[in-house]
Structures are given as C-alpha cells and as structure tokens.
C-alpha cells in the first residue's frame, strides 16, 4: 500500500513538473508570428537577433522536454530529443551576443498548442500528432522569419553565415517533422484499410 501511494504521489508531481514547464514556455519566449507576411520585432540589430534565436531555441527546449516523458512512438520521442539537443547547442553559441534585453519572439505567448489542442492536456497518439503538427508549423514559420527579416539585418559576415546555418539546421529539422507526420498518416491509412477490408471479409462471410 505505501509503495502505491508513493507511486501515485510521483505521478502527481511529474504532472505539476510538465504542466509547470509548459507555463514557463508561455510566458518566458514569445510566440512566431501565425501570419509570415507580418514583420518580427527587435531584429535592427546583431544583439536583438541573437535574443530572437535564443527565444526560439529556449521555447522548442522547454517544448520538447515537456512532451518527451509523454511519448510512446519511438520515432516521435527521437524528434522531440533531435529538437532538445540541437537547439540547447544553438542557444549556447547565441547566448553571449543575446547578453542584455529580453528575450522574446515577436512580443506576444509562445504557441505550445497543435492545431488548437493543448499539449500539456493531451495524451497518447493525440498528443503525438499534435506535437509533430506543431513542430512543422512552428519551424516554417521560422524559417519563413529568418528568411524576411533576420537575415537581411545581421550586420556581420560572421553572424549572417551562422544565420544561414542555422537555417540548414532547422530546414533539416522540418523535414525530419514531416517525415514523421507523413509515416504516422501513412500507418493510420493503412490500419483503416486493413480495418476494412476485415469488416467487409466478416460481413461477406459464411
């Protein structure tokens, strides 16, 4: 009986621990613009593009860890400990020139929803599509930012070239999403058709 309760009292504080995150990754990083045509704030100068990545690279950290103790499909988990590793490793090269300021992505939440759901409510293979829904759509409109208004203001050689690499990364990274959605699409197809056909086997037979 003590071993039960010690084992619902852990499952209970690992529940505040990802709820927690999930509200420190709302209100510490600022949420990509939903609409790429609108322009990011605080990218005039080397110091305020260096914020805007760390903010990026802090909310698909706090993202990331929230879900992964969530995830059951071992291709998700390897996206969501892909995107924790490769942005902790970009925040420390940024973190320096981002000394000083906020660090913010458009000055508003960050978006830590899939398709309107909120991860920390969800479970199972809800939460996954969500997750990877999310991280597509989060990283185009990164990239799409990066493209229009990071880039062209980075007013060294040094940190345009590190801009352009991280916009390898992070194209990377997308396809890396979208492989996972399309195989988990693909799997769902497949599970309805054989579904199917063993309905429609059952229905005809003796």
């Known amino acids: 009986m003590e071993v039960l ?16 995150v999930f509200a420190l990754a ?33 909310a698909e950290e706090q993202v990331a860890t929230a879900v992964r103790g969530k995830l059951v499909s071992v291709p998700v988990w390897q996206l969501a400990e892909r995107i924790a590793v490769d942005h902790a490793q970009v925040d420390g090269e940024f973190r320096e020139l981002a000394a000083g300021g906020s660090t913010s992505i458009g000055g508003t939440a960050i978006d830590v929803q899939g398709d ?11 939460l996954e599509k969500a997750y990877v829904d999310r991280e597509v759509r989060f990283h185009e409109e ?37 492989n996972v959605q399309h195989a988990a699409s693909f799997l769902k197809s497949a599970a ?4 199917e056909i063993s309905k429609e086997i059952s229905n005809n037979g003796p």
């Open 5 to 20: 309760k010690n084992h619902e009292v852990g499952k209970s504080k690992s529940r505040v621990v990802v709820l927690a």
């Open 26 to 58: 709302a209100g510490a990083a600022g949420r990509v613009m939903a609409d790429p045509s609108a322009p990011a704030q605080n990218l005039t100068d080397d110091a305020g593009i260096a914020r805007w990545v760390v903010a990026v690279d802090q």
């Open 116 to 126: 309107g759901a909120d991860l920390s409510k969800l479970s199972g293979d809800e």
């Open 142 to 178: 990164v990239l799409a930012t990066l493209a229009r208004d990071v880039i062209p203001n980075a007013s060294t050689l040094a940190l345009r070239d590190r801009l352009l690499a991280l916009t390898t990364e992070l194209e990377s990274e997308l396809q890396h999403a979208r």
């Open 192 to 195: 309805q058709e054989r579904a």
